[in-house]
C-alpha cells in the first residue's frame, strides 16, 4: 500500500489561502517562504487512503479481542457522542468556576458515584492512567506517613500482581518486597507474615490478581496489615469483576485507582487519553491532589484549600472526555453494572471450561473476568504461545496477552470481557481447538502464521531497538 504521500499528485486538495488573500496582518516572519510539502489528493482519494488503512488494522468493530488484563469490550457509541458534544469539547480549563457549573458538576457527580461504586470516602479523578493512579496513590501514602513522621520504606508486592505497581511504588522512592503466590495462585500467607515487618509501609494487590483469581485470605491480608500500622493499596484496573458484588472498603483497602478507560466506556489499548481515579479513606482524604471538584451547597467549585494535599499531579483537572464516557456509561447501567460484572465472569469461567481439555490451565480454580492457559502443551511439538497467537489472527481474533503473568510458563490471559455473545465465545473456542488439532498433525502452518493478514510476521524488536521514524520520498 502507498502512502499517502506517494499517492500525492498535482491537485490542490484544499487551499488554504482561498478566503484570506491578503497576508499583510501577519509578521513577515510568520510567513512560510516555501511550500510545507503536505500531500495533496482530492478529497474521495483522502476517504479512499484512509478507509484502506483503517481497514487493515484489527478492532473491537470487526472481531473478538481477549487481550487479557486490557478489557477490550465493546463500548456503546453514544458515550463517544456525550463527550463530543460542544459544550465539552469547547470549554476552557481556564473559566472561572461559575462559567462552567455544568462540567464541575458532572465532574463532582462522577466522583459521588465512584466513592459508592468503591466504597470509599473521597475521589480524585486527576490522574490520566492506570499506572499514574498508582504513583498518585502512593505518593498520597508517603505523605501520609511523613505526617505521622513515621519512615517506614517498604512495599510489599505479590509476584502475581500487575508490572505497574512494583515500577509506580519504586518511582515514589520505596523498596520494593515481592511476595511468592502458593500452589494455588493465591498470596503465599507464610511468606507474607514473613516478610511482614514495621518498615513495611504497604501493600499494593491486584485483586483479582494477574491469574484472574480473587484472593480468598484478603480479610485475614487487610488485618494482618492494619495491626501492623501499614496501608492497602488496591489496583482496581480491573474492576469489571467485582463492580456491585463487593468493593475494596469492604475488602480492608486503604487506596485504590480504577482505569475508566478499561471498565468504564472509554476503550482501553488504543493509545488515547485515559483515566485513573483514586479513592482512599477518610484519614487519607487531605493528602489528595488539587483540585478537588467540592459542592458549597450552592455552587461548584474547584478547591485548592486541601491541607496536606500532594500537589497537582496533572494539569488542571484531568482528561474531561474521559470522565464524560464514564459518568454517561454509569448513569446509563445504573444497577446493571453488576450485571456487566456477572457477564465477565461468566464468559471468562465458560471459555476456561472449554478450553482446558486442550491446552493446560496450570491454576484450574474458578476465576474472575479472565485466566492464564499455558501453551507448555503444544512446546513439546516445538510450537510456542507466540506462534498460537499469531495463528489465532487467522481466526478473525485479536490474540490474547502472552507471555503474561511472569510466573506462567507460556502464559496465554484469556479476558472475553461481558460484551460478546455465546455464539462468539463458542467460535473462538472452535478456532482454539483447531489451533491444538494443527499444532501436532500440522505445527508448519501455526508456525509460519499469520495467512489471511496484511503484515505477516514481523520483527518483533527491530522497530524498538531501531526506529525509522522518517518518511522520505
Ligand atoms: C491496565 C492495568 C494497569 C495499568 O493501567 P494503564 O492505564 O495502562 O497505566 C494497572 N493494573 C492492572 C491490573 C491493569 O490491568
Do not use: W
Not at 21 to 40: A, V, Y
Not at 244 to 270: C, E, R, S, W
Amino acid at each position: 500500500m502507498k502512502t499517502i504521500f506517494e499517492k500525492s499528485n498535482n491537485t490542490e486538495g484544499i487551499s488554504l489561502t482561498n478566503e484570506i488573500e491578503d497576508l499583510s496582518f501577519l509578521k513577515s516572519s510568520f510567513l512560510r517562504t516555501e511550500k510545507c510539502g503536505l500531500p495533496q489528493v482530492g478529497e474521495l482519494e483522502v476517504m479512499r487512503h484512509y478507509k484502506e488503512l483503517s481497514d487493515r488494522n484489527f478492532c473491537i468493530e470487526k472481531g473478538f479481542y481477549p487481550l487479557g488484563s486490557c478489557t477490550m469490550k465493546y463500548n456503546p457509541k453514544v458515550n463517544e457522542l456525550l463527550a463530543s458534544l460542544e459544550g465539552h469539547t469547547n470549554l476552557h480549563p481556564l473559566l472561572a468556576d461559575e462559567h462552567a457549573q455544568g462540567a464541575l458538576k458532572l465532574m463532582y457527580n462522577l466522583q459521588e458515584a465512584l466513592k459508592k461504586i468503591t466504597g470509599m470516602e473521597a475521589v480524585t479523578l486527576q490522574p490520566a492512567a492506570g499506572a499514574h493512579g498508582e504513583l498518585t496513590g502512593m505518593m498520597v501514602i508517603k505523605k501520609y506517613f511523613e505526617s505521622i513522621n513515621d519512615n517506614r520504606k517498604k512495599v510489599l508486592i505479590p509476584d502475581s500482581a500487575h508490572g505497574t505497581n512494583p515500577a509506580s511504588a519504586h518511582m515514589c522512592g520505596f523498596e520494593i518486597v515481592s511476595v511468592k503466590s502458593d500452589n494455588r495462585g493465591q498470596v503465599d500467607m507464610v511468606d507474607l507474615k514473613r516478610l511482614l515487618d514495621k518498615d513495611v509501609a504497604a501493600i499494593m494487590m491486584t485483586n483479582p490478581n494477574t491469574l484472574g483469581l480473587y484472593e480468598e485470605n484478603v480479610l485475614e491480608i487487610s488485618k494482618l496489615m492494619h495491626d501492623n500500622g501499614s496501608l492497602l493499596y488496591y489496583d482496581g484496573a480491573n474492576y469489571n469483576a467485582i463492580m456491585g458484588y463487593t468493593n475494596p472498603k469492604l475488602m480492608g483497602f486503604d487506596v485504590v485507582h480504577l482505569n475508566l478507560h478499561k471498565t468504564f466506556a472509554t476503550p482501553h489499548g488504543g493509545g488515547g487519553p485515559g483515566a485513573g481515579p483514586v479513592g482512599v479513606v477518610e484519614k487519607l482524604k487531605d493528602f489528595l491532589p488539587v483540585p478537588v471538584i467540592d459542592f458549597d451547597g450552592q455552587k461548584y467549585y474547584r478547591n485548592y484549600n486541601i491541607k496536606n494535599s500532594i500537589g497537582a499531579v496533572k494539569s488542571f483537572y484531568g482528561n474531561f472526555g474521559v470522565l464524560v464516557r464514564a459518568y454517561a456509561y454509569i448513569l446509563m447501567m445504573g444497577n446493571n453494572l453488576k450485571e456487566a460484572s456477572e457477564n465477565a465472569v461468566l464468559n471468562a469461567n465458560y471459555l476456561k471450561e472449554k478450553l482446558k481439555k486442550y491446552y493446560d490451565l496450570p491454576y484450574d480454580e474458578p476465576c474472575m473476568h479472565e485466566f492464564v492457559l499455558s501453551g507448555d502443551r503444544q512446546k513439546q511439538f516445538g510450537v510456542s504461545t507466540l506462534n498460537i497467537a499469531k495463528r489465532l489472527m487467522d481466526g478473525n481474533a485479536h490474540p490474547p496477552t502472552v507471555y503474561f503473568p511472569l510466573i506462567v510458563h507460556e502464559a496465554i490471559m484469556i479476558e472475553p470481557t461481558e460484551s460478546e455473545t455465546k455464539e462468539k465465545l463458542d467460535e473462538f473456542v472452535d478456532t482454539m481447538i483447531q489451533i491444538s488439532k494443527e499444532v501436532e498433525e500440522e505445527p508448519e502452518k501455526v508456525l509460519s502464521a499469520p495467512h489471511s493478514t496484511p503484515v505477516k510476521r514481523v520483527d518483533e524488536t527491530l522497530a524498538a531497538r531501531h526506529p525509522d521514524l522518517k518518511f522520505t520520498l
